[in-house]
């Protein structure tokens, strides 16, 4: 499956509906029902949430702070987000990651639990691409990984153009010993098999921002067994 036409994202939407929902539902949940290889992955990634929520928050109170958060899954970033007083509008392609995550939306943001009382965030079915308005704070984590550079490029364009201030991306680095394992499909077991993985190198993704005015200020890497992400935080250049 070479990159062909609109292709992907369909794929992408499809496999986010239906297997690939099952999978990341428990992957990015807190059940027991994981394998090893399901639960260093869901170690990685919430330590680049955690990652993220430091990043921002060490700018500052995130209270009325408008975020985007394009490609939410089940909301385990705008959760957070917004128990951190930030005005959240989160959005997926698919239907059934964002009806996931409204649902624990509801669950964990008891009002009256904690200093700041949470706005819930604003949930929407939506691709990354056709998302629009300006938020202060733009983020997107490890969705580019389901795009190959040359639709990555289009996608991190407009992505910077929905944010004032910073745009945060994560997404799977390219380099020479990750390519090498992905090429023996050691970091992709099982079922994920279903969607293709797509590496980025980090020059390619610094040249997109660039060319749109943008500027990495802060790079950070986040690595387990089975996880890794390269996480930027751009602003205006
Ligand atoms: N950002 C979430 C997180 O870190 O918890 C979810 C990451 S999950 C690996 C990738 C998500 O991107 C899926 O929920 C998928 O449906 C969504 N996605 C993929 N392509 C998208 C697109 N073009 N526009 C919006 N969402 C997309």
Not at 201 to 206: F, H, S
Request: with cysteine; glycine share 8%.
């Amino acid at each position: 499956a070479e990159e062909v036409g609109g292709g992907d994202k369909e794929v992408v939407k499809s496999y986010f509906n239906n297997s690939g929902f099952q999978r990341w539902k428990k992957i990015y949940g807190e059940t027991d029902d994981v394998n090893k290889v399901q639960l260093d992955i869901r170690l990685g990634h919430s330590k680049t949430v955690e990652n993220v929520i430091k990043m921002l928050t060490d700018e500052g109170s995130l209270k009325g702070v408008t975020v985007c958060d394009a490609g939410c899954g089940t909301g385990c970033l705008a959760i957070p987000l917004a128990k951190e007083g930030a005005v959240v509008s989160a959005s997926d392609i698919s239907s059934a990651m964002v009806a996931e995550a409204e649902n624990q939306a509801k669950e964990q943001l008891v009002v009256g639990n904690g200093d700041i009382a949470p706005v819930m965030p604003k949930f929407e079915v939506k691709d990354l691409e056709s998302l629009d308005g300006k938020y202060d704070t733009v983020v997107c984590l490890d969705v580019l990984i389901h795009y190959p550079q040359s639709k990555a490029d289009g996608m991190i364009a407009h992505l910077a153009s929905l944010a004032d201030k910073r745009l945060i991306l994560s997404f799977a680095p390219k380099t020479f010993y990750y390519d090498l394992l992905k090429r023996i499909g050691e970091l992709f077991p099982g079922p994920s098999k279903a969607t293709r993985a797509y590496l980025h190198a980090e020059a390619d993704v610094e040249r997109a921002l660039n060319k749109v005015g943008w500027k990495i200020r802060k790079r950070g890497l986040i690595t387990t067994q089975f996880y890794f992400a390269r996480l930027v935080e751009a602003v205006p250049a």
